[in-house]
């Protein structure tokens, strides 16, 4: 019989079969309850004495429709909760605590049987009359006790089916033996005041509706669940919603509720919890919690009371408004892919929608809205208050879907866009590839590369083998591999290179001169080496390769005369950097092995010029890094090696490739941090800086008209007197290179913009630049003079001319002591104000004392290891010297010493200090001092020797900045000093000598010192360059009048500006 009623409802036989058979089967479905406490047997006696007849039509009242269901039905159900406890326990006896007792149970059960009774004789038309309008002035039942079940997402509205999923699995235990006993047909369903932990109001399971759809297919399907012990069609979900669970007490439950009538029970099959349909039937309220929940009893027991249900009033305006706007707000909601659409479809076809108050709550269970809202619309006791409420949801709810409608409509437009587009396209190809009008994309591919190799000309055998063997692997390959776009990007650069392809040097020597002298002033040496490669290609007829290095100070334009160079010879220009480069792979490519493999640099720059003949620049090769992914350095040795890189492999082409044609230029500040093979593979050009007149000339020329085009400055905005200018280079710049320089001019240049935009067009003025202003632009002077000492040199003072990487420096090395005998006795010589402090912070100190005396050396001023070792060398040497000299002299013997180099900060290291150690030591000893004007450098031997030092450009640039008239160097150091130009070394008188009684005789000439009766070295070699030798310094600066004409003066004037400034 239960098939063919199901069948008879799947045949559409309406939805009153449907009723029946949901009927039908919870009757079939009833447990008999097998075991009863003495305490309960008069209670389950009389409800028990209610006919089948009575309890199928119960069930019928209450599974029917809600316009068919009859509120004295609903209210003869025995509503009295007996404690499960107390019913399992066999020793019970006596009432539970806080239930009424068995009489008023059996008062209860009369009543239950007598309305049942008249619902049943009553028939149809009690149930037409109930569906029209709820009754409201019948007496409400007493309080009853019932165990509540927590809501935690939103309240159960009466009317229609709800399905509730229990994750707690003693609860579901808890419900299925209560039915089982016959006892859990009823629960008071109240919502918990606060969400529990770890659950979020914007949780997406907490908007979804808890409505069966439609309700008796719901609870069929939930009884065929129960019934086949497993979850089908409508059984439990896969994933449990939270909808249920433990509490602490009654008090963390909502004042109002609903009474929940068990329609069906369902396990889940493979995991803890199931589902419980349920039939909200009315309005209930807390009053009082009878037990806490406890072991094996996970519900609270709480007594509640109904509530009646509300009168809607007649003639009502504000409701008929409200009800016949919420309508139109439904068929409104229902226009829109609203989230829960079908379902809200289905139910409502079950309802009556005549009746404000059941469409209230039939939208409040179904809508998203917040558990707050909901529950206050279940509270709400005033009918226009609660239509208000459930209006402001359902716009709210019509509001998110209309945006939602929204965000899916573009959403799906931008994706069938797309799709239309892609599918066009396929449509496109398929054309194509059917009027053989275009070839698959493989072979198109294919037939590309076999074109592209096909002009190529000029590639090594081994590498069109290569190509021709990648080739056919690429035949072979799916387009979807991997391997294809490997092989096909391998292809790519492989007939990208520019395979033989040349650009034909420039042959006139002349224009070349012309472009060098054009971009940089001076930088001889570089413009005549490149002046000179250019003529062994035009005598040899064939494009040469180079490796030169330019070894400078920075700023001296080593990086800009690589672009100057390019543009001389008509070549490509390729600039990279390798300072702080550590990988290998860099240089030399990676192996295709790995993913995003390329190749090395030098490759790329072929690629990026497309000639084998470039220019390029391989930028602070001083500067290489090494650490464990290769050391750079080594693999550059193939790059210049002009033996080697004519079949240059790169480990991502792996064929031969040649660099022989191109001209490397390697920039460095220094070359000891260079390795020695690749130092050895480079021709080394050094640049040593810029002295006084070439600064100028650079100013003029390049600095000042740059810096004007760069900051929109015009010549009759700005006059930078020449005055000026000298002040700057002297005071401001002293630096080997012209970088500070531009920085200074940029400076004035900004505040003379800012003087010029706060006036008007019209009242703009000419900005001089002076003397007396100069400070007003660029602060105070930073340098005045390398002199420490301008009324003459103490005794034990020595100037000495050192090298650094920022280019020439003078360097005072100043010496004090004492004989520590007695008063009368003691030689004290108080050089500088801070020498001892200077030393304090030096890091270099060594102290000299020989064995068996009380002499001491101690030497500061952050020194190195090798001039420590001159210090040394230094003290031994002038003692042996001071006993030939003068022998009662003991003072070098005897006395506490202390040597110090000033400018304790800088580090200071190197063997050319070595002469003007001894000679300040000799100047103490004797106290005498040197003659004024002269500086000095060479190494010391212990047997007086004056070896040969380097940067004698720089020391000799240095000496005369500092307006410096005579020079002491070693003998082998003169072919050096004669290699500079000579307007670099106008004015100087430098003397050459190989033995250390020479720069006594020198240094201590006319001061009354013991003079030598001979010399153990060579004959003095001395050179005199007088000052007309200087260049003509460029005086006129950029003026509104002179600043399209010539910027040189007569050799003449220049010299006596010059001398003034001096």
């Not at 034909?504 to 070349?512: E, L, R, V, Y």
């Not at 001089?768 to 100069?774: F, K």
Request: net charge neutral.
């Amino acid at each position: 019989s239960l098939f063919r009623a199901r069948s008879l409802f799947r045949a559409s036989q309406g939805p009153r079969v449907a009723m029946k058979l949901a009927s039908v089967k919870l009757r079939l479905s009833t447990p008999v309850r097998s075991r009863a406490c003495a305490s309960t047997v008069g209670v389950s006696a009389r409800y028990s004495g209610v006919g089948a007849a009575r309890v199928d039509q119960r069930h019928r009242q209450s599974l029917a429709l809600p316009e068919r269901r009859s509120a004295a039905a609903v209210r003869a159900v025995p509503a009295l909760l007996v404690r499960s406890r107390h019913c399992s326990s066999a020793a019970g006896d006596g009432p539970p605590p806080d239930v009424p007792p068995p009489e008023a149970a059996g008062e209860l059960g009369d009543k239950a049987d007598s309305s049942a009774s008249t619902a049943s004789a009553d028939g149809d038309a009690a149930s037409a009359a109930v569906g029209s309008a709820s009754p409201v002035g019948e007496k409400e039942q007493a309080s009853q006790a019932l165990f509540a079940l927590p809501l935690f997402r939103k309240p159960a509205f009466p009317g229609f089916f709800h399905i509730i999923q229990i994750g707690d699995q003693e609860i579901l235990d808890f419900l299925q033996s209560m039915r089982r006993s016959g006892q859990g047909e009823y629960l008071a369903g109240f919502m918990t005041r606060e969400l529990p932990k770890g659950l979020s109001e914007g949780d997406g399971e907490a908007a979804e509706p808890l409505v069966a759809i439609p309700p008796t297919a719901a609870a069929s399907a939930g009884n065929r669940g129960q019934n086949s012990g497993g979850a089908s069609e409508g059984g439990a979900a896969k994933t449990l919603r939270r909808d249920t669970g433990r509490v602490e007490s009654g008090d963390d439950l909502a004042e109002i509720g609903t009474m929940l009538q068990i329609v069906s029970l369902a396990s889940h099959p493979s995991s803890a919890g199931g589902q419980v349909v349920v039939m909200p039937t009315q309005r209930i309220r807390l009053i009082k919690s009878i037990s806490k929940p406890s072991p094996g009893h996970p519900l609270c027991a709480v007594f509640v009371e109904g509530i009646p249900d509300i009168e809607v009033p007649a003639n009502s305006d504000d409701i008929r408004a409200l009800h016949h706007e919420i309508i139109a707000t439904m068929k409104d909601l229902l226009k829109t892919p609203f989230m829960y659409k079908d379902q809200f479809e289905q139910v409502i076809k079950y309802y009556n929608l005549d009746d404000p108050l059941k469409l209230a709550d039939l939208v409040a269970g179904m809508s998203t809205a917040p558990r707050d809202e909901l529950q206050a619309v279940l509270v709400a006791d005033v009918p226009v208050d609660r239509l208000r409420k459930v209006l402001m949801i359902m716009k709210k709810d019509l509001e998110h879907s209309r945006l939602q409608s929204q965000f899916k409509s573009q959403i799906e437009d931008k994706f069938a866009k797309e799709h239309r587009k892609y599918m066009l396209m396929q449509h496109l190809k398929h054309i194509k590839r059917e009027l053989h009008l275009e070839k698959d994309d493989k072979q198109s591919v294919i037939a590309q590369f076999k074109e592209a190799i096909a002009l190529l000309e000029g590639v090594p055998e081994e590498a069109t083998k290569a190509m021709e063997n990648e080739l056919s692997r690429l035949s072979s390959l799916e387009p979807q591999s991997p391997e294809f776009n490997v092989s096909r990007t391998y292809l790519d650069w492989m007939t990208v290179l520019p395979w033989g392809k040349h650009t034909t040097d420039n042959a006139d020597i002349d224009k070349a001169e012309a472009v060098l002298n054009e971009d940089h002033y001076s930088l001889e040496d570089v413009k005549e080496r490149i002046l000179e490669h250019m003529a062994v290609s035009f005598l040899k007829g064939s494009t040469q390769g180079k490796i030169m290095c330019l070894v400078g100070p920075p700023g001296t334009g080593k990086t800009s005369i690589g672009k100057s160079i390019a543009r001389a010879l008509d070549r490509q220009f390729f600039r990279f950097s390798v300072g702080g480069l550590h990988d290998v792979a860099e240089i030399r490519g990676h192996r295709r092995t790995y993913v995003g493999a390329m190749p090395g640099k030098i490759i790329q720059a072929l690629k990026i010029t497309q000639v084998c003949n470039p220019v390029i620049l391989i930028d602070e090769i001083d500067k290489l890094g090494r650490d464990f992914r290769g050391d750079p350095s080594s693999a550059l040795l193939e790059v210049l090696d002009p033996a080697q890189n004519s079949a240059f492999r790169d480990l991502y082409l792996d064929a031969p490739v040649d660099l022989s044609k191109a001209l490397f230029v390697c920039t460095a500040n220094v070359t000891d941090t260079i390795p020695g093979p690749l130092l050895d593979r480079m021709e080394v050009i050094r640049l040593s800086g810029y002295v006084f007149e070439e600064k100028v000339a650079i100013a003029n020329q390049f600095l000042i008209p740059q810096t004007m085009d760069t900051h929109g400055i015009k010549p009759e905005h700005l006059n930078l007197s020449s005055e000026a200018l000298i002040l700057l280079i002297r005071d401001y710049a002293r630096e080997a290179g012209v970088r500070e320089l531009r920085k200074l001019l940029e400076k004035i240049a900004r505040k003379t913009a800012l003087s010029l935009v706060r006036e008007d067009e019209e009242n703009r003025r000419l900005t001089v630049v002076s003397l007396d202003n100069l400070k007003k632009f660029v602060g105070q002077p930073p340098f005045t003079s390398d002199h420490m000492f301008h009324n003459g040199m103490p005794s034990g003072v020595v100037m000495g001319l050192a090298w650094t990487a920022m280019g020439g420096k003078t360097l005072f090395i100043e010496a004090r002591g004492h004989l520590p005998r007695n008063d009368k006795q003691v030689k004290e010589i108080a050089v500088g104000a801070d020498v001892g402090e200077a030393g304090k912070e030096g890091t270099g100190q060594q102290e000299s004392k020989p064995s068996g005396s009380g002499a001491r050396l101690r030497v500061t001023g952050r020194l190195g290891k090798v001039m420590g070792e001159s210090s040394e060398i230094a003290l031994t040497y002038a003692r042996l010297f001071l006993k030939e000299l003068s022998p009662p002299n003991n003072f070098l013997n005897e006395a506490s010493m202390h040597m110090n180099l000033p400018e304790g900060a800088t580090p200071k290291d190197g063997p050319s200090a070595g002469v003007s150690m001894t000679t300040s030591l000799l100047s103490l000893a004797l106290d005498m001092p040197v003659i004024p004007d002269m500086a000095m450098t060479g190494e010391m031997t212990l047997t007086g020797k004056v070896l040969r030092v380097g940067g004698i450009k720089e020391k000799a640039i240095a000496a005369r900045r500092e307006n410096i008239g005579m020079i002491l160097m070693p003998m082998s150091n003169q072919a050096d000093y004669l290699e500079i130009k000579p307007h670099l070394r106008a004015g100087l008188t430098a003397h050459f000598v190989d033995h250390f009684d020479d720069v006594y005789r020198l240094a201590f000439a006319g001061t009354g010192a013991p003079i030598l009766a001979t010399s153990r070295g060579s004959e003095v070699v001395t050179i005199v360059t007088p000052k007309d030798a200087a260049a003509p310094m460029p005086i006129s600066c950029l003026t509104p009048s002179t600043s399209s004409e010539s910027t040189t003066q007569p050799a003449a004037m220049a010299d006596q500006r010059w001398q003034e400034v001096a």
